[in-house]
Nanobody, 121 residues
């Protein structure tokens, strides 16, 4: 059972990135998927999550209107489209799979290894 987060990189303020979270060894269909991030010296925080069933989504206030979470069950992958990036978005981004739709990190069972996003000019 493994989650692989990818797509991070260095981008200028105002730019865009799309993160991917691919699963192997299990099917994402039955799990809520969350994206979290952790900046140096800060706690890991919830960014967005998407349900396993009806596609319901939640976003942190800091990313509403800029980030979009989506899932492609046929590809066993969840995406996080990040637009209008700001320096404050700089962090390691993690994806996680769990049984319920929540922004609480302790509710998630499986975690990916993280991908670095750096927003800087």
């Amino acid at each position: 059972v493994q989650l692989q987060a990818s797509g991070g990189g260095l981008v200028q303020p105002g730019g865009s990135l799309r993160l991917s979270c691919a699963a192997s060894g299990f099917t994402l269909d039955y799990y809520a998927i969350g994206w979290f991030r952790q900046a140096p010296g800060k706690e890991r925080e919830g960014v967005s999550c998407i349900s396993s069933s009806d596609g319901s989504t939640y976003y942190a206030d800091s990313v509403k209107g800029r980030f979009t979470i989506s899932r492609d069950n046929a590809k066993n992958t969840v995406y996080l489209q990040m637009n209008s990036l700001k320096p404050d978005d700089t962090a390691v981004y993690y994806c996680a799979a769990g049984p319920i739709l929540t922004m609480r990190k302790d509710a998630y069972t499986y975690w990916g290894q993280g991908t670095q996003v750096t927003v800087s000019s």
